[in-house]
């Protein structure tokens, strides 16, 4: 079964930085989009950056020039480098797994930015 296992969640000031890293097993990493979504207190869950199976990558308008997101196929995981972060990116932050219909959601890792 595929287990998607988030961390490097945590409370940092306005302008500081995390990395946030998605450990996937019980599936061929590879052939897997990867997605990272949060979802702020009392909102919609939302996308935030998604990497191919072919290293494409999306970002929210939100983050792009902030975020970063990569994979290593080698260890299944994909990072999310947050940089210069700002209070309203205070969420819990999810990886999610995708191909094609089927999708796959870790249990998430809070992330609260300080002003």
């Known amino acids: 079964q595929v287990q998607l296992v988030e961390s490097g969640g945590g409370s940092v000031q306005a302008g500081g930085s995390l990395r946030l890293s998605c450990a996937a097993s019980g599936l061929i990493f590879r052939l897997y989009a990867m997605d990272w979504y949060r979802q702020p207190p009392g909102k919609q869950r939302e996308l935030v950056a998604s990497?191919?199976?072919?290293?494409?990558?999306y970002y929210a308008d939100s983050v792009k020039g902030r975020f970063t997101i990569s994979r290593d196929n080698a260890k299944n995981t994909v990072f999310l480098q947050m940089n210069s972060l700002k209070v309203e990116d205070t969420a819990v932050y999810y990886c999610?797994?995708?191909?094609?219909?089927?999708?796959?959601w870790g249990q998430g890792t809070q992330v609260t930015v300080s002003s």
């Open positions: 999610n797994a995708r191909r094609g219909a089927q999708q796959n």
């Open positions: 990497i191919g199976s072919g290293d494409s990558t």
